[in-house]
């Protein structure tokens, strides 16, 4: 309370009133005695190593369809290679490397995160068809190269083929469930 003229009477428990109710002369000593018995408490019960060990313990994967969980359509997402610069959608590929229209950073790999991005919202495998829509090449061959360079595994053996996206995840120390940032954008 700043109003030092203020009164404060308790109608049913003083004690609580007490406890919560701080006059601002003794705001200081109140948080400096919060801060105390925080970090006597914090040190005396658990060590940093106990709590990596509940943390990794009592961890649990959350598998989620995000598109499901907030009702977005996949029509509305916007497609492209974002630059690892600028954050900006739709680099352009030019042979072996991608270029940004805005920045003119240039990268060799940028396609490898927008694959990661790709696998936490649509699933861990992708087509030729699906990649080439997503990273916006028409040259199926330069498409097939880069599979080739990631060293994905294929499933199947005919056009219907697939390619698995969770080695890349594991390539790149992506996370392998929840909490990823993806680079992908909603539209208005």
């Given at each position: 309370?700043?109003?030092?003229?203020?009164?404060?009477?308790?109608?049913?428990?003083?004690?609580?009133?007490?406890?919560?109710?701080?006059?601002?002369?003794?705001?200081?000593?109140?948080?400096?005695?919060?801060q105390a018995n925080q970090?006597?408490?914090?040190?005396?019960?658990?060590?940093?190593?106990?709590?990596?060990?509940?943390?990794?313990?009592?961890?649990?994967?959350?598998?989620?369809?995000?598109?499901?969980?907030?009702?977005?359509?996949?029509?509305?997402?916007?497609?492209?290679?974002?630059?690892?610069?600028?954050?900006?959608?739709?680099?352009?590929?030019?042979?072996?490397?991608?270029?940004?229209?805005?920045?003119?950073?240039?990268?060799?790999?940028?396609?490898?995160?927008?694959?990661?991005?790709?696998?936490?919202?649509?699933?861990?495998?992708?087509?030729?068809?699906?990649?080439c829509r997503i990273l916006?090449?028409?040259?199926?061959?330069?498409?097939?190269?880069?599979?080739?360079?990631?060293?994905?595994?294929?499933?199947?053996?005919?056009?219907?083929?697939r390619y698995c996206l969770?080695?890349?995840?594991?390539?790149?120390?992506?996370?392998?469930?929840?909490?990823?940032?993806?680079?992908?954008?909603?539209?208005?």
């Amino acid at each position: 309370m700043t109003n030092q003229n203020a009164i404060v009477k308790a109608l049913s428990n003083p004690a609580l009133v007490q406890e919560f109710v701080v006059r601002s002369p003794a705001l200081t000593i109140k948080i400096n005695d919060i801060q105390a018995n925080q970090q006597q408490t914090r040190s005396t019960i658990y060590s940093p190593k106990e709590i990596s060990l509940l943390i990794t313990k009592h961890h649990s994967l959350r598998n989620i369809n995000i598109l499901k969980e907030f009702d977005i359509d996949p029509t509305e997402i916007m497609t492209g290679v974002a630059c690892p610069d600028c954050n900006k959608l739709a680099m352009e590929k030019h042979p072996r490397k991608w270029s940004c229209p805005n920045c003119k950073h240039q990268s060799k790999n940028a396609h490898t995160q927008t694959l990661i991005d790709y696998s936490f919202l649509f699933g861990t495998n992708i087509s030729i068809r699906e990649m080439c829509r997503i990273l916006h090449i028409n040259n199926v061959r330069s498409v097939r190269r880069m599979l080739k360079e990631l060293s994905l595994n294929r499933i199947g053996t005919t056009y219907n083929s697939r390619y698995c996206l969770e080695s890349l995840r594991k390539q790149q120390n992506a996370p392998s469930s929840e909490g990823a940032f993806v680079h992908f954008i909603i539209l208005d």
